[in-house]
């Protein structure tokens, strides 16, 4: 079965940072666009950033904008999600996904490949 295994969540402090991993389990993550996403309790799923296979980025989430960095390995199969200067409302189940277009679309429809998500909880 094709799909991601998020990984490197945990607790953090507000104003902490974290790393989170994205590896693809099945297929390869080159040629694809990929998406990192979260869930808060009692929230949809909310996108935060996209990446395509030539480093185009598109930020889904103004919250996040100047604390979250997307990037991607293709030799390691793995996507990250670096993320600084964390808050309370950053507090969520974190998953990334493959869109099925060639670019980042902002449809949660348009991804596949879904993982357990990571959770990330922040508080002092």
């Known amino acids: 079965q094709s799909q991601f295994v998020e990984s490197g969540g945990g607790l953090a402090q507000p104003g902490g940072s974290l790393r989170l991993s994205c590896t693809a389990s099945g297929f390869t993550l080159e040629g694809f666009t990929l998406g990192w996403f979260r869930q808060a309790p009692g929230k949809g799923r909310e996108g935060i950033l996209c990446?395509?296979?030539?480093?185009?980025?598109?930020n889904y989430a103004d919250s996040v904008k100047g604390r979250f960095t997307i990037s991607r390995d293709n030799a390691e199969n793995t996507a990250y999600l670096q993320m600084n200067s964390l808050k309370p409302e950053d507090t969520a189940v974190y998953y990334c996904a493959v869109e099925i277009n060639d670019y980042c679309s902002g449809y949660l429809a348009a991804y596949t490949g879904w993982g357990q998500g990571t959770q990330v909880t922040v508080s002092s």
């Open positions: 990446i395509t296979e030539r480093g185009d980025i598109t």
